[in-house]
């Protein structure tokens, strides 16, 4: 899995993304750091191809072999 926190979200929310790498350290493959952004922004990332959280999902997709 990846996460992928913006900077714009609240300290409860973040600790809560570092305790999902904690617990699931097997299953994680990347955190993300989004500046400037919320859990409701966040995704507009994907649309640009070359951005840090749009080419993590493509290596995750492929170790899943989904791609």
């Known amino acids: 899995?990846?996460?992928?926190?913006?900077?714009?979200?609240?300290d409860e929310f973040k600790r809560q993304n570092?305790?999902?790498?904690?617990h699931w350290?097997?299953?994680?493959?990347e955190d993300?750091?989004?500046?400037?952004?919320?859990?409701?922004?966040v995704v507009d990332a994907l649309i640009d191809p070359a951005h840090p959280l749009t080419q993590a999902t493509i290596t995750l997709c492929r170790k899943s072999g989904a791609a």
């Open 1 to 10: 899995m990846i996460t992928a926190v913006g900077g714009l979200e609240s």
């Open 25 to 29: 350290p097997r299953h994680f493959l």
């Open 32 to 41: 993300i750091p989004m500046l400037g952004t919320d859990h409701f922004t």
């Open 18 to 22: 570092q305790l999902i790498e904690q």
